[in-house]
């Protein structure tokens, strides 16, 4: 097996979905021809399952390459869960990361949708975690001569009984009128508190940092690709609707309040003459996770963490040297997976022939530690 403080590779996890996408993901990844379909997202460093998949498996990553290789990350973890995750995080969460960064395309607008706060997630659903999120924008497209967008947030005036008649209804333009629609940009930030109503348009690819469930309540409702309704547990998740509709917040918002609470402008937190390290989300949006971006066009080195961290490869192409090993030459390209556990080697990252840039997720209560030296 592979040396327990070791950066390890991650394949792709695609992963089905009730709506369609994944063109710019496609390219993205490297897969030609580049097409629509139902897999419109890629799951990263994942060690939770899908729950619309008859593939129990349907969800989790593997490790690519390496004594490793074909290991689930979950199995990984579970063999050596303190010294992969950290002693601290494992203490606090056991073998649960925490948190689950996901890469979403969408061709066509998502189910208007809202999640549980952790209250309502123990006391409905049995679960540790809600699921508050945050989204990166990655890249854009027009569909259809749409320019790409986000819903988000009630407007002035709402209330849950005037929601609950245009659900029941099925008014989709009334309950589409009651969102503020968000005209989105490649570096945009946004954080969605669980209770607020959102839904991802068409022709966004975003990367998504949640809190580690896949509990979704969704109000409008669509036939699958056969043409057959979805059942009602596909929207309330099991608990009724009733329930599912005490899971959204009614605030109101104007658009400026709106995006004052919900988008975010990147913190610069260390800077060198080879790299730029940046925080997108933080402590100060939420304590449930953070996402840091690493723009590296030179070297730098990741000092020593107490605690584990994922990344994917934005844009660009590098290497990674962790104790005088390389991860495989030429790995650090486009849509490249990491899982990077606790360390006392630093880990050096340089880049090839322009930026290199990669998205860093940290778990609960800590970021990604040390910050970036040259």
């Known amino acids: 097996m592979a040396p327990q403080s070791s950066v390890q590779m991650l394949k792709h996890t695609r992963v089905m979905r ?20 139902y897999m419109p997202e890629s799951w990263i460093a994942s060690t939770i399952t899908s729950r619309y998949d008859p593939d129990p498996h349907a969800g989790l990553s593997f490790i690519a390459g390496g004594e490793a290789d074909g290991l689930s990350l ?28 996901k890469i979403i395309d969408s061709d066509a607008r998502l189910n208007i949708q809202t999640h549980p706060d952790r209250a309502k997630a123990k006391k409905y659903f049995s679960s540790d975690y809600g699921k508050t999120e945050a989204w990166y924008v990655i890249g854009t497209r027009e569909v259809d001569g749409e320019p790409p967008y986000i ?50 348009g068409s022709g966004c690819l975003i990367a998504e940092i949640q809190e580690p469930t896949d509990i979704t309540l969704r109000v409008e409702r669509k036939n699958g690709p056969d043409g057959t309704p979805y059942p009602d547990e596909v929207y309330h998740q099991g ?8 899971c959204f917040d009614y605030i109101g918002y104007s658009e ?26 933080g402590p100060a949006q939420t304590p449930f996770f953070s996402m840091d971006k690493l723009s590296v066009h030179g070297s730098c080195s990741l000092g020593p ?32 997976e990491l899982f990077i556990p606790p360390t006392q080697d630093p ?14 997720c940290s778990p609960p209560g800590s970021r990604m530690g040390s910050d970036p030296a040259d």
């Open 151 to 200: 819903l988000m947030g009630f407007k002035p005036g709402i209330t849950k009984d005037l929601w609950r008649r245009l659900a029941d209804a099925q008014d989709i333009e009334g309950l589409v009128s009651w969102l503020h629609k968000i005209p989105v940009k490649p570096g945009d930030v946004f954080f969605i508190d669980s209770g607020m109503p959102h839904a991802i």
């Open 18 to 37: 009730t709506y369609t996408g994944g063109k710019l993901m496609d390219a993205w990844q490297g897969i030609s021809p580049a097409q629509d379909g």
């Open 305 to 336: 963490v107490e605690h584990f961290r994922t990344a994917v490869v934005l844009s660009g192409s590098g290497r990674l040297v962790q104790g005088g090993r390389e991860l495989r030459a030429a790995a650090l390209a486009p849509s490249a």
């Open 74 to 101: 979950r199995d990984y973890i579970a063999q050596a869960p303190e010294a992969r995750l950290g002693t601290r995080h494992y203490g606090t969460h056991g073998e649960n990361l925490g948190f689950l960064t």
């Open 239 to 246: 608990i009724g609707f009733d329930l599912m509709f005490e």
């Open 347 to 360: 880990v050096e990252i340089s880049s090839q022939g322009g930026s290199l840039e990669l998205l860093v």
């Open 256 to 281: 400026a309040e709106l995006l004052a609470n919900a988008q975010v402008e990147p913190l610069i937190l260390a800077q060198g003459a080879d790299f730029e390290y940046a925080s997108l989300i």
